[in-house]
Nanobody, 121 residues
């Protein structure tokens, strides 16, 4: 049973970089053919897919966030990370990591519990 756990600071100042780590247990982030995603939900709004890193290490990003987003991984720790630069209060949200079990169609079968990140000075 794969489990995902988000971790990182809950408060980030405007203009700084938001950094979160997802620790995966019960399965390898290099296993074919899964994609490991970051998704967020601002207060009162819907879920927004931010990007993903594939089992191969290839990365994919939402066009609206691509310029500020970087996803990487540490296979030795079975972790993948999110960095979102130049944050503003609009980036305040609950951030989730999830495993995408689909191919061309998203299928998020496993999720972390989510972590609240507030952008404020």
């Amino acid at each position: 049973q794969v489990q995902l756990q988000e971790s990182g600071p809950g408060l980030v100042k405007p203009s700084q970089t938001l950094s979160l780590t997802c620790t995966v247990s019960g399965g390898s982030i290099t296993t074919n053919y899964y994609y490991w995603s970051w998704i967020r939900q601002p207060p009162g709004k819907g879920l927004e897919w931010m990007g993903a890193i594939a089992y191969s290490g290839s990365t994919y990003y939402s066009p609206s966030l691509k310029s500020r987003t970087s996803i990487s991984r540490d296979t030795s720790k079975n972790q993948f990370t999110l960095q979102l630069s130049s944050v503003t209060p609009e980036d305040t949200a609950v951030y989730y990591c999830a495993r995408d079990d689909g191919a061309t169609t998203a299928d998020f079968g496993s999720w972390g519990q989510g972590t609240q990140v507030t952008v404020s000075s």
